[in-house]
Every structure is written in C-alpha cells, then in structure tokens.
C-alpha cells in the first residue's frame, strides 16, 4: 500500500469514530471539513517514510502515530485561523472552518481533533504499549508547552521574542515530532531523528516563505504576502529570492547528512529531496539574484 | 497526605513542567491562572476517592490521573468562557482568563492544558503501562467527541438536541471519567464505575440549577441566573426549588447504592453524600414548596 493510502485509510476511520452514531452533526461535519482536502499531508508523510526506513515492523501503530500527528496539525490550522488570530478567509482553498461553520464550532473542532490524536495512540498500542507512550510523550511535547506549536504561537504575544525559540516551536515543533514518532513507531531511539526534523522544519519554513512571497492566493488556497503584511521575518525579505533558494539547499543538505544510520537510509535521503524539490515554488530557481527585490 | 495535597502538590508540578525555562511568559503564566484558585477540585477529589476506595496500589498513576482530567476541565471551562460562546467576565471570582489576558492566549491556553493531561498520564505510567494507556482512552472518550465535553458543547449547535445525549456529555461525561479513572489507575475494569459517575453528574448538574437560581454572583464566582437568561434547560424552573431538592437526593441515593464492591466502599459512600451536602446551597431546603416560584 502507498504511503498517502496508509494515511487516507487511517485517516477515515479515526473521523468516523470521532463521529460516533449520537454526535452533534454539525461538530461531526467540522471534525472531517478540518482535515479535508488532505493537500500534501507532508508531516505524516515523513513520519511513515522514517518508520519504514527503521523497519516499520508495527505498520498499524505508525499508522496511528502518522494520523495522531496530521489532526492535532489540523486543530492548529483550524486554531490558528479564527478571528482572535490570523482572521483567515480562506484554508487550502475553501472558507476556513470558522467561516463555513462558526467559531464556536470551529474552537470546539480544533480541540475535538487534540483529543483524537492522543487517543488514536491509545487505542493503537497493542503489544507495545511502551512506544505507544513514548509516542503520546513526544506528541505532547511537540504540541503544548514549553516547546511545541502551542508555545510557537504564544511567543506571538510576547513583546521580545526568543526568535529561536519562535521558530523550534512554530515550525519546527511538527517536523521534530514526524521524524521522532516516526522511528519510535519502528522501535527506534527518538534522540538520533530530531536534528532531521528540525532541519526539514527549517527548510520548510525557507520555502513557506518563498511561496508566501512568490505565489498567488489561487496557488497557495490562502492569502498571499502575509508575512509582510503582519511584518514578520521572512527569508526573502532578509536574503531576497535566490539567497532565500541557498539558503534552502543548505539546510536540506545538512538534513539528509544528519540522517542516522538504519536499513533504508538512502530511499529515505531520496524521498527527502523528492519532496523538498516540490516545496519551493516554480520560478524560484530562475529568478534575479538581487537581494530585496 | 490529604487527597487535596496530594492533587495540588501534582498539579504544581505539572503547571511548572508546563512552564519550562523558554516559555512565552504571558502563556505560561496564563496556564497557572486556569487552574487557580482550585476551588473544589471535585472531580479529582473523586477520582482519588474512588482510586482509594480500590486500593490505590499505585498512588503517583492515580494522582497524574487526577491531574489529567481537571486541566482539562479548566480548559474546557477557559475554552466556555471566550466571548464566542459565553463571553464571561467571571469566573471563581476573578476575571475570566480572555479577559485578563486576551483571547488568542485563552485559545492557546485551553489548547495546552488539554495537551498537559494527555502527556502527564504517559508520563505517569511507571510499570502500570496498560493501566496508563486505558487511562488516556478513557480521558480521550470523556472529553472529546462524539461522547465527550466537546460533544456536548457542540450539541449547543444544533438546533434539534438530544437532551439525553447532551446533558450525559456536557455534565457527566467528566463524572464518568472521574469514576472511572480512579479505578483504573487501581487496577480495576472501568465499566461497573460508569454508573456512579453518571449519577453523580445527574446530581451535580441539579445541584448546579439550584446554585444558579438561588445564589448571586459574590456566592458563585460567575453570573447568576445565567440560565434563565439563556433559556436553558434548568431544574428549578420545571421542578420548582424544594422538587429540584428531592430529585437530587433521590438521585444521590442511586448514586450510592450503584456503588460496586470494594475494599473502601463504607468510606466512599460516607464521602460521596459529605460531599454532595456542600453542592446544595444554604436555604434550597428550607424553602417553600411552591413549584415554579
């Protein structure tokens, strides 16, 4: 099975049981609305493809691990999009939850799916209940406080930010996770995967800028130039296009040169480029190297 | 150690854990001020209680666990009161946390503290791992959908509710857990706990009606006669004060008998109906009898 079926499966049936037969239905309708269209699902993406590379001997617990990941990464999506925050229109190129639903809806979604995720893990321990737990710590940790998205988005009310900090937690943070949970679910040590986590955040946080800057809302299914709209730090406006595309490459070379060693490292550093090359928009490669254009 | 020392003494370790040494300052201290002041802390005293009542042969489990369902009960509580659903001024007597602070950290900080309960029960599995692992199913049912809190502020949605449903997961669903989880972190099956839970959440939620309707503001912490304002469902308004009364010991004396064998059955009944003389307001019982007054 390919990996975008795995999680399309396991994806479905998690909504489903969230849906249950009594639920409220338009909750229920929300909970589904949040995680689709799936678009590229890149952090369960990469979470699979490490198992797979460790092994992957409890295919239905990296599963569940891949899962677990994608909704709480939707909840923040969902989270992040109300009015109190970025005020989002639009959400991989429909109306963001609040605007289809409500904002109640949209709050009580978002923490429907946190929930779902944790309990996905439990529910998928079988005979390992020690990664499953190890699995559930790591999700925790990537996703509260002090250093997950939680924190990443709460430096955003700070008057001086640690911009490290910001970063590790903002992006970072889910990359991290993907990788970590990723050789967890296969039985590995989740210390060796965390420096490949946080560089594929770092480059992804490079081409996120590029293409906020690059790209048009039809491309995006967001608003375009929001970085420079809300002012915030953005790799084009401190190393224009090309410098930003260097910039890129390096962080991505240093990522596959950080993967440990295990069975299926080099398809794993191959599924690594393939996917990166995708991140950075058309055009970017091609573009003046004048810095601040 | 008091069942309360033992609950603050957790809670404050986990808060801090929370906190770290890089957090955002404002969301760190955001999450202190939802849990703080405790006030009865009821539902990880019954959890507790009926942990004890079982044995509690794995005490450092059932703190965590009663640590885990009440910061999500204050989430919960921090997520109702955002101007998008009750847009509270109040609550235990200060300021709501939006208010305090603002409305993205009172996303953020329900979001976290839902996180922390997930994460402290993994944490805490110690050599009890299956134990840990149905704790945080069981966590993850109560709480989310489609039986769960979430569950049941959703069905505020809709505009046909099924009352059963939505009164069993608005009020009772974290009763539940609470029976429930203290047995589990016990080594004991979940399902002969339902029952208790469910009816003490029955009890509470009349015992709720009356504080509203009988009480003021200076008393409660929160607006009074909130759900007349609202129009919703209420046991003085269909029953009348000194009928509300009755339906509640009747109740509360369901919740008794339904109490399963164990070793500390005698002392959790005594501590059950202590505790339920408190929820009901100086007066409800020395009251006319006139319904609907």
Redesign the interface.
Known sequence: MRISERIDATMAAAIKA???????????AA?EYAVTPGGARIRPTILTSVAMACGDDRPELTNAAAVALEVIHC?SLV?DD?P??DDADLRRGKPALHRA?????A??A???L???G??I???A?GDA??R???L??IL??R??????I??G??????ENI?LS?YHQAKTGALFIAATQMGAVAAGQEAEPWEELGARIGEAFQVADDLRDALCDEDTLGKPAGQDDLHGRPNAVASYGVAGAVKRFDDILGGAISSIPACPGEAALAQMVRAYADKLVPAGARGRSTVPGE
């Open positions: 969230g849906q249950g037969g009594v639920a409220p239905a338009k909750l229920a909970l909840a989270h109300l109190c925050f639903y409500s904002e109640p809806l709050v009580l978002g923490d429907s946190i929930i779902m944790f309990q893990l439990a529910r321990a209940p020690a499953a737990l190890n559930i710590d925790g940790t996703t509260g406080m002090p250093f997950g939680c924190a988005q709460g430096w955003e009310s700070e640690d900090a």
